[in-house]
């Protein structure tokens, strides 16, 4: 009665963040149908003391990224949060999955062993279990539905199954 | 390199939905101090054609009994969608922790064979590995973020902090 570590870590953050683009590309579908610059869009918040879209993305992808490395013990790549277009956007969302795709299963062998730091905790930790449920999992979530909400918010057609995109059904 | 289901499952679910319990109080206090019904936000949505803070609440409550009941081969208790008042909402998810607290981590035994149908998709089934990663998982988060978003955009002062409840931070 276990999953492995790289399936809920690995596997559900490529299967959101690639849903995310499908939910991307409706957004700049319906940005050209009505002629507005899809950086409108990204800057569309769901409130003013809330980050825009923008940052949601870049965040979706930072704690997949981040996750990842922290409990393979592997290096995460840099990325400098300068993406301004559509086509950058999905770039980085890019550069997210392939460093995603290059962990194995076996690089989470000692995972429960790390922890996790924030600047935002000084002189605390989370051990890589409870960093793992507690933080990175329903953060990923937060980032990545918050993103589609503000596009369906602003009139873009989607439904669940953009977000869900399509789940292994097998004929009974 | 695995974690158990039980963690997973009732562990996160059952931290969503406290966190969850949390969130919709600060809505309350809002509401009371604007001299709002709580009938007000229930009704609110994101998008004309989204459900509104009340459906997103009980749906949250169904995906994680649903997913439980299913990987666990337990009977789901039944909950009628009668909720009006807020504290009837939060006897539904107080109802639906509990149940969460029966379910001890060996009865995910089988969650491999167990499988999940969907009357949306008649004649097709998840198995359980999929189901828990590509549908229930997601579909979680996506419920609880909405439901912290509806009253966030409402104008209740939320944060992530709300959102994610108490990680096990531990000294240095």
Redesign the interface.
Known sequence: ????????TV??FS??LTNLKGVLQKGRAFAESKKIDFSVLLQTR??PD?FPLARQIQIACDVAKVCCATLSGLPAPAMEDKEQTFEEFMERIDRTLAFLQTIK??Q??S?EKRTF?SHR?P?????G???????A???F??H???A??IL??S?VELG?RD???D??????
């Not at 002189?123 to 051990?127: Q, V």
């Open positions: 009665m276990h999953v492995s570590v790289h399936d809920v596997g559900q299967r959101g769901l409130a809330q299963a076996e989470f062998t995972f730091t905790r002189g605390l930790h989370l051990e279990r409870d960093y793992l449920h507690q933080h999992t329903p953060n979530y937060f990545v539905t918050t589609y909400s369906r918010a009139g669940k977000y869900l995109g789940p292994s059904w097998k004929q009974d």
